[in-house]
Nanobody, 114 residues
């Protein structure tokens, strides 16, 4: 069964940084657009950032300039570097394939708080 496994979350103060990682067992990983999503308590899951095959990226307006998505196709891994974190970034963060999603993983909790 193809899976994604997210890691790297934690508790960080406002203005801090975190790096999230997502590894997948999907074959031909490099051909797929893959994205990070987040879901805050009481809210719907939202698309945060996407990276397409070959490297083009898209971002949610509220994270532009603060978050960077990248991929290492040799390692079947996608990253999300998050800087200048704000309390409103608090959520469970998930990764999945953008156009051909698979079962959701457990996600990784990011909490931005003093």
């Amino acid at each position: 069964q193809v899976q994604v496994v997210e890691s790297g979350g934690g508790l960080v103060q406002p203005g801090g940084s975190l790096r999230l990682s997502c590894i997948s067992s999907r074959s031909r990983f490099s051909i797929y657009p893959i994205a990070w999503y987040r879901q805050a308590p009481g809210k719907q899951r939202e698309l945060v950032a996407t990276i397409f095959s070959g490297g083009p990226t898209e971002y949610l307006d509220s994270v532009k300039g603060r978050f960077t998505i990248s991929r290492d196709d040799a390692m079947n891994t996608v990253y999300l570097d998050m800087n200048s974190l704000k309390p409103e970034d608090t959520a469970v963060y998930y990764c999945n394939f953008r156009a051909s999603p698979i079962a959701w993983g457990q996600g990784t909790q990011v909490t931005v708080s003093t």
